[in-house]
T-cell receptor
Framework: AQKITQTQPGMFVQEKEAVTLDCTYD???????LFWYKQPSSGEMIFLIY??????QNATEGRYSLNFQKARKSANLVISASQLGDSAMYFC?????????????FGKGITLSVRP | NAGVTQTPKFQVLKTGQSMTLQCAQD?????MSWYRQDPGMGLRLIHY???????DQGEVPNGYNVSRSTTEDFPLRLLSAAPSQTSVYFC????????????FGDGTRLSIL
């Protein structure tokens, strides 16, 4: 069974600084993908970045990058140059691609607050 | 493009009432799913479907039914609402076995009195 763990308490970061949000995962499947979503206070789910288990390089999307350490089963999100609009809940999720089960499993989320 | 459309956005029910949360997508996605979001619990999968006529249970299926008669629609039914089902419900869709992200609806805030 798949499992995503996000254990950090509420995170705080100063505007313009970088912040790392932790995510560890557990699966026995060799083929899987990891996703990060942002949920602002307005409630919508916004996709940020994706990393596949066979990808050789860490994913990057603008100010977002993923520190993927496969052997440690971690996929931490790095946000560079934090902005006030980055204040939100952040979810890590995983999807396996083998077998008939392709469901997406979410972690419990991390709240990020950006201070001016 | 409409994407994923959920209705209603808000609903208040009395214990024991039944209702259906509607979800429709216009992206021809095979995979559709329903989640509930409760404080401190993240998003928990209720039911999912990998195509018309195929559904399966997720992590918290009790008290909910689903069906998938078309690719576009994936309604979620509460047969006899209970206060424990007070939550925010999200529907999502994506291609199956894909690196494409799930597209989420705007959510339904449901209160059971």
């Amino acid at each position: 069974a798949q499992k995503i763990t996000q254990t950090q308490p509420g995170m705080f970061v100063q505007e313009k600084e970088a912040v790392t949000l932790d995510c560890t995962y557990d699966t026995s499947d060799p083929s899987y993908g990891l996703f990060w979503y942002k949920q602002p206070s307005s409630g919508e789910m916004i996709f940020l970045i994706y990393q596949g288990s066979y990808d050789q390089q860490n994913a990057t999307e603008g100010r977002y990058s993923l520190n993927f350490q496969k052997a440690r089963k971690s996929a931490n999100l790095v946000i560079s140059a934090s902005q006030l609009g980055d204040s939100a809940m952040y979810f890590c999720a995983m999807r396996v691609y083998t077998g008939a089960n392709s469901k997406l499993t979410f972690g419990k989320g991390i709240t990020l607050s950006v201070r001016p | 493009n409409a994407g994923v459309t959920q209705t209603p956005k808000f609903q208040v029910l009395k214990t024991g009432q039944s209702m259906t949360l509607q979800c429709a997508q216009d992206m021809n996605h095979e995979y559709m799913s329903w989640y509930r979001q409760d404080p401190g619990m993240g998003l928990r999968l209720i039911h999912y479907s990998v195509g018309a006529g195929i559904t399966d249970q997720g992590e918290v299926p009790n008290g909910y039914n689903v069906s998938r008669s078309t690719t576009e629609d994936f309604p979620l039914r509460l047969l006899s609402a209970a206060p424990s089902q007070t939550s925010v419900y999200f529907c999502a869709s994506s291609p199956t076995y894909s690196n494409q992200p799930q597209h989420f609806g705007d959510g339904t805030r449901l209160s059971i009195l």
